[in-house]
């Protein structure tokens, strides 16, 4: 499932609005010595190579199977690696797999892991794990990655190959099968998901000293990992980030010397001379409609409704100018950005008006519910901007908002996504007849599906891959399910102690990156 609506960056949790820690920034420095530990001594970790990194994405959930592929999922690379990891360039790069390769007609792939490697609990790290990890991510009740792994029909388990046998030619498996949709856990630990939900147990780069559920978790670097040796920091301290407006305090007094940083926030940084930096990534925000009710039954509604949305706008007070104005759920640059279909529905109220008038709409005729989980500040400014053509909002907040949106029930509502490493995973997330972000299911644009086979089809070197890639992302542009709006950026913040991290798109890699003493 994909991180749900927020304001200004995409959040783990269903929100629309920032999450405000009720905590104030000198009580988390004081947290350490009332920790109750999950196991071990409770004190906090110190010294010139601990990382003490305040987040606004601490996971509600350290089960990767229950937490899913939002944000927070960099959070859990602390603790859990995966079949594979995302490089510079976006594309999959061996972790625990050291290589893989498909069968002649695509349909299958073994991924082949490193021999020797071990769970934090001493379980070994071999196909049999891999294989639980993919059925308890199909099967288990609280699962929110069961709608990821559609193409996988079965596992095979052999020593440490494990075989994956495909329901469709799918060459995009060793894309998904990363970070974000597979952290694999130790399968004795995932026997008891309740107990691993809040005590994780996996094969990352570190291991978990002590965790106070919401609040703190300390952990040390593991020196089982299979890539340690480019792990250089010791010991971190993760902290779920107190109001905003005190994260860069903390971090010129060495409370924090890394955090993600609202961008209200980005000047106060600079200033204060900390590095502040984006890190690339996908998120994107869109207007959800919902086709099989009216208004938006009519066409010329929701293209009136595409051309009455100012993007710049959202960008200027929802990002302070650190975003970028979006019509695709990728960012320019990146191979499934489609250059063709840049800017069709130009801003225009002009012709929105028209539009409305030709559907039979006076001014004021149509009056709509937006549909939220709670204030936000991206709802307002959609109010204002649908009310200069003639269109009245209704702001109306449901705390229960994802159950109605997932139904498909709702017919007007917001959503913010990180996207996927997987392109096509992001286009039929959003344009696909079951895709979660698709709130007109089961409607999907005419030849988005064979535009998306076609694209599977495709393996990711073939030199024809990134045209098809762009006809799908062109095919699904063609939906009038989703208007999309603006891409708030991954802003983050360091101290100098802090060393470069890679650039990683979506992604916090710490393979390299050192911390320095005071």
């Known amino acids: 499932m994909f991180a749900r609506t927020t304001p200004h960056r995409p959040r783990p949790s269903v929100r629309p609005v920032r999450r405000v820690a009720v905590l104030a920034t000198a009580f988390v420095a004081l947290l350490a010595p009332a920790l109750t530990a999950c196991g071990g001594d409770a004190s906090s970790t110190a010294g010139g190579s ?29 603790v859990y690696a995966s079949l594979t990891r ?20 695509g349909d299958r792939i073994t ?18 794990a891999v294989k639980a990890a993919i059925e308890r991510a199909k099967k288990q009740k609280n699962s929110a990655l069961f709608g990821d792994l559609t193409s996988i029909e079965s596992v095979e388990a052999d020593g440490l190959d494990a075989v994956l046998h495909l329901s469709q030619v799918d060459h995009q498996i060793p894309q998904l099968l990363g970070q974000r949709v597979l952290q694999i856990a130790s399968p004795k630990a995932a026997a008891a998901p309740e107990k691993l939900d ?36 010791e010991d971190v301290e993760l902290v779920s980030a107190p109001d905003a407006s005190t994260v860069v305090s903390g971090l010129r007094t060495g409370v924090y010397n890394f955090a993600d940083l609202d961008p209200s926030q980005a000047d106060a940084a600079e200033k204060a001379g900390l590095d502040v930096f984006v890190q690339p990534g996908f998120n994107a925000s869109n207007i959800s409609l919902n086709i099989n009710k009216a208004p938006f039954d009519d066409d010329r509604v929701v293209d009136a409704i595409r051309h009455a949305v100012n993007r710049d706008e959202f960008v200027d007070k929802l990002t302070f100018g650190h975003g970028e104005a979006t019509d695709q759920p990728f960012p320019k640059g990146y191979e499934a950005y489609d250059p063709e279909s840049e800017n069709a529905y130009p801003y225009d109220p002009a012709k929105s008006k028209k539009l409305l008038a030709e559907a039979g709409h006076a001014p004021g005729d149509i009056k709509l519910d937006l549909v939220i989980p709670s204030e936000d500040p991206q709802a307002e400014i959609v109010q204002s901007q649908l009310a200069a053509v003639g269109i009245t909002v209704t702001i109306k907040i449901d705390k229960n908002w994802a159950t109605p949106f997932f139904a498909k029930d709702l017919a007007f509502s917001l959503y913010s ?20 972000l698709n709130l007109s299911s089961p409607y999907e644009p005419d030849g988005f599906e064979e535009a998306v086979a076609k694209v599977r089809r495709t393996p990711l070197e073939a030199p024809e ?26 802003l983050m913040v360091k101290t100098s102690a802090v060393s470069d991290l890679p650039k990683n798109p979506a992604h916090i890699d710490w393979t390299g990156v050192t911390v320095s003493g005071h």
Do not use: C, M
């Not at 593991?222 to 340690?228: G, R, V």
């Not at 996504?417 to 979660?436: E, Y």
């Open 50 to 78: 601990t990382l003490k990194w305040a987040s606004s994405y601490f996971p509600a959930h350290w089960d990767p199977v229950v937490s899913g592929s939002g944000a927070q999922f960099r959070e859990l690379a602390l």
């Open 86 to 105: 995302t490089d510079e360039s976006g594309k999959a790069v061996p972790d625990l797999a050291e290589s893989w390769e498909y069968n002649d007609t």
């Open 111 to 128: 991924f082949h892991l490193r021999s020797g490697l071990t769970f934090s609990d001493g379980e070994p790290v071999d196909a049999a």
């Open 198 to 233: 809040q005590n994780p147990v996996g094969a990352g780069p570190f291991v978990v000293k002590q965790l106070i559920p919401g609040t703190k978790v300390v952990l040390e670097k593991n020196p089982d990992y299979w890539d340690a040796e480019n792990i250089h920091i």
């Open 417 to 436: 996504t990180t996207g996927r490493d997987s392109a096509v995973q992001t286009l039929t997330a959003h344009f696909g007849p079951d895709g979660p």
């Open 465 to 490: 891959y990134k045209t098809a890639l762009r006809e799908a992302t062109r095919a699904g542009l063609e939906s009038k399910a989703l208007v999309f709006t603006y891409s708030s950026p991954n």
